[in-house]
């Protein structure tokens, strides 16, 4: 008995969905999102895309990377897309691991940890890149290790990339965890090498537990690392690049406190859940006034 004055949706086939209650129930105003590159997307998802985003008052897009992609392959109008930012509890992020991923893995707090963190069942990932970076900083690095998060049907192919490049003593595959902020706090550098990314929640996790983060050039990482700032970026599917900056980092411990500390500034300045919510809260109250 309610009266719906907008409807929001997120993902494929919600926005199906919701295009169509918005017809049936009529609904004022229909709020579409795009949260990613649409890497994968299915072609029947980009035809109705195409079709149906004329019909939408908003599409949010969570950064200009996804806004542009969206304006480019949609067809769409750039005054109809409004850029949100995905938002991070800082209250979470206060917590201490209290070191208890090193005590699991058997390393003192005073070894060289990298980690990425990210599913095992796309290449775009990047965890070929990953391994091949860890080799070449272990040739540098002898005591560093390495963690990967994440699982997926790619696994084994890593496992054994791992055992060809002979380091497989100085990865540690964790498989698919729940205790992301505890891992995040334990890593020396956090790495995302990604060839395709919209905007990455674990960049901005480890932003905001104060990790410097090496990241792909790609998507919407260039909106949230600012290079030599809070980390540094680095052209996709670059082994060597990836593994200089990453021994840049280590060797310069004072530094990767340094951009840590100031991306989790920047983490609490743009990028909290209070500043999320309240950006949807300006829009909808922006289009319900349209409609009076």
């Known amino acids: 008995n309610e009266k719906i004055d907008i409807i929001h949706t997120f993902f494929e086939k919600s926005e199906i969905m919701g295009w169509w209650v918005k017809r049936l129930a009529r609904i004022p105003v229909w709020i579409t999102s795009r949260r990613d590159l649409g890497f994968n997307r299915k072609k029947i998802y980009k035809k109705f895309f195409s079709y149906s985003s004329g019909d939408c008052a908003k599409c949010v897009a969570n950064c200009e990377a996804v ?7 949609e067809g769409i109008s750039p005054e109809k897309v409004t850029v949100i930012y995905n938002g991070i509890d800082f209250d979470r992020s206060d917590m201490s691991s209290n070191g208890s991923l090193r005590k699991e893995i058997g390393i003192s707090n005073d070894v ?6 990210a599913n095992m069942i796309f290449e775009i990932k990047g965890h070929r890149y990953f391994l091949e970076a860890a080799k070449k900083v272990v040739s540098r690095l002898p005591n560093a290790e390495f963690v990967l998060v994440g699982d997926g049907r790619l696994r084994n192919k890593f496992e054994d990339m791992a055992k060809s490049f002979g380091i497989e003593q100085k990865i540690h595959f964790l498989g698919r965890r729940s205790d992301i902020h505890n891992i995040l706090e334990d890593l020396t550098v956090s790495v995302l090498c990604s060839t395709s ?4 929640n674990v960049i901005l996790e480890s932003m905001a537990v104060g990790k410097p983060v090496v990241a792909s050039r790609v998507g919407g990482n260039t909106e949230l690392v600012t290079d030599g700032v809070t980390g540094i970026l680095v052209l996709p599917a670059d082994t060597d690049a990836l593994a200089d900056a990453t021994i840049s980092l ?12 100031e991306g989790r500034r920047i983490a609490q300045e743009k990028f ?14 922006e289009l319900i006034q349209r409609r009076r």
Do not use: W
């Open 272 to 285: 909290s859940i209070n500043a999320m919510v309240k950006n949807h809260e300006t829009l909808y109250k």
């Open 250 to 261: 280590l060797g310069n411990p004072d530094q990767a406190v340094a951009m840590g500390a």
């Open 67 to 73: 806004k542009a992609r969206m304006i480019a392959d």
């Open 112 to 117: 060289p940890l990298v980690g990425m963190i």
């Open 197 to 200: 990314e919209g905007l990455s």
